[in-house]
DNA sequence: TCGGGTTCGGTTGTGCACAACTAAATTGGG
DNA sequence: CCCAATTTAGTTGTGCACAACCGAACCCGA
């Protein structure tokens, strides 16, 4: 088990430059929407699961409400969803997309063929890397 | 080339929250120091390569100065080093680790081990890890 | 039923990431 | 030699990430 002191903290850079130069691929196919990444992570919950509490878009994104409220606030602001109160639940607060936000899906279009070249990597290298990172990631949920 | 459409994308969210999982575990191991994941990177860049210039840590770390300046402020402020103008090229700051910088090094010791254990992987595929990381990060340097 | 504990969203404060900009020093071509 | 372009660090402003905290709503057991 030994021989691996540089090899990890090598990865926790990579992993660490990896996050934030897929983000700047994102940037400019983004910017356009005036979208950030995180807040384009929300949309795309939306998309596919429909209206959601912020509870559960935390969970799904890992996310807490610190960094969701203003973000939401800024999405709505945009136009792109609003936020409504649980009729029966006042403290729960459910997000849901406008039209604008709907619509939005498909003029943002396909940007994974993007982001797949930029990459360089083979379609099962794409597997491989997500089912180490998933794996390392279940992981440390357990062993904190 | 078809096929990719959902795991491209899970592989985004997984990098984006692998990595914040990553530094969360960093976190209460540095916390103790008074630092953060990107100050300790810059404190290894230090204890491995000695002064070195704000302008090579930037390209060492993927980071400009809007970042490094205020990080190096607060490191200067904790003590751990001093920025210096060189004075050949008065453009240039060198930042060079106090007694107190040098000595943190074996005051944190090595955390790669409490790292490796949290991800549950082997070497082997930690290493596997590095290299499609690292590949995909060489191969979007240039795609842009 | 009622009162303590829990859940939920929001706010505040700190630090990082990055774009856009500034100012000073240096470099290099004419 | 000189001045325009470049390099370098720093500043400002925006947004994300996260800890710590708050208040309101809900839940549940005595």
Not at 38 to 62: A, E, K, S
Not at 109 to 117: A, E, K, S, Y
Request: net charge neutral; charged share 25%.
């Amino acid at each position: 088990m030994r021989e691996s002191t540089a090899l990890d903290d090598m990865i926790c850079f990579q992993l660490y430059a990896a996050s934030r130069g897929m983000t700047a691929i994102y940037r400019p196919l983004l910017e356009p929407h005036h979208l950030t990444y995180p807040q384009y992570l929300v949309l795309r919950v939306l998309w596919h699961d429909g209206p959601t509490t912020v509870r559960d878009l935390g969970h799904t994104l890992r996310l807490d409400s610190g960094t969701l409220s203003p973000l939401l606030k800024r999405l709505e602001a945009q136009g792109y969803l609003r936020r409504e109160r649980d009729t029966h639940d006042e403290r729960v607060v459910w997000a849901h997309l406008t039209d604008t936000g709907t619509a939005l899906r498909e003029a943002i279009g396909d940007l994974t063929q993007r982001l797949v070249c930029a990459t360089g990597l083979t379609l099962d290298e794409l597997s491989q890397l997500h089912q180490l990172l998933t794996r390392a990631r279940q992981s440390a949920k357990g062993n904190t």
